[in-house]
C-alpha cells in the first residue's frame, strides 16, 4: 500500500496527486455546500473552505500548474456569466430597471465608502489591516468572488511576486463570506420588521400587476362589422392602423380560412385572428368590430400553427421583415419566443439562434422553413467552442491594454477578470449582428460557470491554508469578522429604505435587488421561498449585469488606487 500512501501524502506536487486533491476538495465542497443552516447554504463556496482546511495540513500544489488553473477557472466563470447577462445586459436599464440599477450603484457606492472608513479608522497603511486584506473582507462581504479574483489578478499584475499579498485577499475573504451571507437576509427580515410589511399583500400586488402587464402580446378573434374597412387589403389596414400587430389568420363566411397576404382584402362577415400588444386591442375593436370568442384550429384543416426553432446560423443575427415569408412561403409569423419570453414579431426583429418562430400557414410550406431554420434541437445541445474561445481570446486582449489614468503609479488594465467578462457581455448583447451563435444552453453554461468557480476556488483555498489559521483564529479574525458584516449590512438597510420609503417599491422586489446587487444566490433562494413568485428573480435579473461588471472593475481600481 505504499503507491497509496505516497499518493495521498501531505507534499507531493506530481500529477496525480494535483487531480486528487482537487477532485477531493471540489467534491467535499460541493457535498458541504448542500447542507442548510436555518435554511440557508453556502453553496460551492464551500469549495474554499475545503481548500483552505487541506492547505493548512500541508497540501500544496505545484506554483505555476496553480497559478494556471485558479487564473484558467477564473476566466471560464468569467466569461460564462458575461454570457448569461450579455442578450440582458443593456436592456435591464429600461423602465423600472434603471431605478432599481440606480439603487444598486448607491449600494457599491456605500460599500466602498464604509470599507475605506473602517480601513482609515483603524490606522490606514499603518493599521493591522492593509488596504489589500481590506478589498479581501469587503469582496466576501458582498459575496462576490469574481471581485475578489480579479482584485487579486490585479495585484500580480502591479507586483508579479506579491502572491502573499494575494493569499492574504482570500483570508479576508473567507472571513467575511458567511456573515455576509446571513447579513443579507438579516437585512430582509429588518426591512419587514421597520416597515411593517404584509408579504401576502405584497404577493397580490405583484399578481395584480402581472394580470394587467402589457409586454405579452393578446391573441384575439375580430369580427369585421365595420363597413367602412370593408373591401381594404391588408396593406391598406397597416396603413390605417399605425401599431405594430400581425393579421394571423381569416376566416372567410363560407368557412374558407386564408393566411393573408398584402394584397387580400377584408369583407363584412369576416373573423380576423391578430396578434397585438395589449394596449392595442381596442384600436381594433374600433376598426373592424367586436372581439369574439373563436378558437382556431391548430392540427387540422390546410391552415396551421406551428413552433419552428432557429437552429441554423444563416438566421442568426437577420431580421424578420427581411425573409420575405409570406411572399416566400405564403406563412405568416406571429410570436417569436426568446428565452421563455413571447416578442412580437415586428419586421425589424433580429432572430437570433435559440428562437422558437411561432408561423401559421399550409403545414408542407411550414416543414419547408423547418428544413431551412433548421429546428434541431439537438443542435442547440451543442456547444459553441468557436464563439467562447473567439471571446476568451479577445478578452484576454483587451485586458492586457493599458490605462493610463492620473494619479494611478502604473496603467490600469482590465485584466484576466474584467477583460473577457467585458467582450462576454458585448458578444452576448451584439455577437449576431457579427453572426457569431451565442446561443448557450443553460445547462451547458452553468456546467462551464460552475467548473471554472470550483477550480478558482479551490486553488485559492489550497494557496491561503497554510497561514490561515493563525492569521484568521485571532482578534484580528474576529475584527475581519465585524469589519465584512459591517460592510454587508449597512449599504443594504440605506438602499433598502430609500426603495421602500422614497419610492414605495415592492418588498419582493426589494429583496431580490438586494440578492442581485450581492450577486448571492443562497439569498436569493431565500428570497424566492418567502416570495413563492419570480419577482425576486426579476428583480435580481435586472441588476444583476451591471452590478456584477461594477463590483469587479471596482475592487481593481481601488487596488490600482492604493497600492504602489
Not at 166 to 195: E, R, W
Not at 348 to 372: E, F, M, P, S, Y
Not at 528 to 547: E, G, H, I, M
Request: with cysteine; aromatic share 8%; proline share 4%.
Amino acid at each position: 500500500m505504499d503507491w497509496l500512501i505516497e499518493l495521498l501524502k501531505p507534499g507531493n506536487s506530481s500529477l496525480a496527486s494535483t487531480v486528487l486533491l482537487y477532485s477531493f476538495v471540489i467534491f467535499a465542497g460541493i457535498l458541504l455546500g448542500k447542507v442548510k443552516i436555518f435554511g440557508v447554504s453556502l453553496g460551492v463556496t464551500f469549495v474554499l473552505f475545503v481548500g483552505i482546511l487541506l492547505g493548512h495540513f500541508g497540501y500544496v500544489v505545484e506554483g505555476n500548474t496553480l497559478h494556471f488553473l485558479r487564473e484558467f477557472g477564473l476566466i471560464l466563470f468569467i466569461f460564462s456569466i458575461g454570457m448569461q447577462v450579455g442578450p440582458g445586459f443593456f436592456s435591464s436599464f429600461k423602465e423600472g430597471g434603471v431605478r432599481m440599477n440606480m439603487l444598486a450603484m448607491i449600494g457599491i457606492c456605500l460599500n466602498v465608502v464604509i470599507m475605506l472608513a473602517i480601513f482609515f479608522l483603524q490606522g490606514g497603511s499603518e493599521g493591522q489591516t492593509s488596504i489589500t486584506e481590506m478589498v479581501g473582507v469587503m469582496c466576501g462581504a458582498i459575496t462576490n468572488t469574481p471581485a475578489l479574483g480579479a482584485a487579486q489578478q490585479t495585484v500580480l499584475q502591479v507586483d508579479s511576486s506579491a502572491y502573499d499579498i494575494s493569499q492574504h485577499m482570500s483570508m479576508g475573504y473567507a472571513a467575511a463570506y458567511p456573515l455576509g451571507v446571513v447579513g443579507i437576509i438579516v437585512t430582509m427580515i429588518i426591512l419587514k420588521a421597520v416597515f411593517k410589511i404584509n408579504v401576502d399583500k405584497e404577493i397580490k400586488e405583484i399578481e395584480d400587476d402581472k394580470a394587467d402587464t402589457t409586454q405579452k402580446p393578446a391573441v384575439l378573434t375580430y369580427k369585421v362589422t365595420n363597413e367602412l374597412v370593408s373591401g381594404l387589403s391588408m396593406l391598406k389596414l397597416h396603413t390605417l392602423i399605425s401599431c405594430n400587430y400581425t393579421c394571423s389568420r381569416i376566416l372567410k363566411p363560407d368557412g374558407t380560412v386564408i393566411v393573408p397576404t398584402a394584397k387580400d382584402e377584408i369583407e363584412l362577415g369576416d373573423l380576423v385572428l391578430i396578434v397585438c400588444a395589449k394596449q392595442d386591442e381596442e384600436i381594433f375593436s374600433r376598426f373592424l368590430g367586436p372581439q369574439v370568442e373563436k378558437v382556431w384550429p391548430q392540427d387540422d384543416g390546410p391552415v396551421v400553427s406551428r413552433r419552428i426553432v432557429v437552429t441554423q446560423t444563416d438566421f442568426n443575427g437577420v431580421k424578420l421583415g427581411s425573409l420575405h415569408l409570406h411572399e416566400t412561403y405564403q406563412l405568416n409569423v406571429t410570436r417569436v419566443n426568446r428565452a421563455g419570453m413571447d416578442l412580437l414579431a415586428s419586421p425589424n426583429l433580429r432572430l437570433q439562434i435559440g428562437d422558437r418562430v411561432t408561423v401559421v400557414g399550409n403545414l408542407d410550406h411550414i416543414n419547408l422553413l423547418a428544413r431551412k431554420m433548421g429546428n434541431s434541437m439537438k443542435r442547440l445541445n451543442e456547444p459553441n467552442l468557436i464563439t467562447m474561445f473567439i471571446g476568451i481570446f479577445l478578452g484576454i486582449i483587451v485586458g492586457s491594454i493599458p490605462l493610463q489614468f492620473p494619479g494611478m503609479s502604473v496603467p490600469m488594465k482590465l485584466g484576466l477578470a474584467g477583460g473577457p467578462l467585458v467582450i462576454a457581455i458585448l458578444i452576448g448583447a451584439y455577437g449576431h449582428k457579427f453572426h457569431l451563435v451565442t446561443y448557450t444552453n443553460s445547462a451547458a453554461n452553468l456546467l462551464l460557470r460552475e467548473i471554472g468557480i470550483c477550480l478558482f476556488l479551490a486553488s485559492v483555498g489550497i494557496a491561503a491554508g497554510k497561514d490561515f489559521a493563525a492569521t484568521v483564529f485571532n482578534l484580528r479574525g474576529a475584527m475581519w469578522v465585524g469589519y465584512g458584516f459591517l460592510i454587508t449590512v449597512i449599504p443594504l438597510i440605506v438602499v433598502g429604505c430609500i426603495a421602500r420609503g422614497k419610492y414605495h417599491m415592492n418588498y419582493l422586489a426589494i429583496i431580490g435587488m438586494m440578492s442581485g446587487n450581492y450577486t448571492d444566490p443562497p439569498a436569493l433562494a431565500y428570497a424566492n421561498k418567502v416570495a413563492n413568485n419570480d419577482a425576486p428573480a426579476v428583480a435580481y435579473s435586472s441588476v444583476y449585469p451591471l452590478t456584477m461588471f461594477m463590483r469587479v472593475i471596482v475592487a481593481q481600481l481601488i487596488v490600482l488606487c492604493f497600492l504602489e
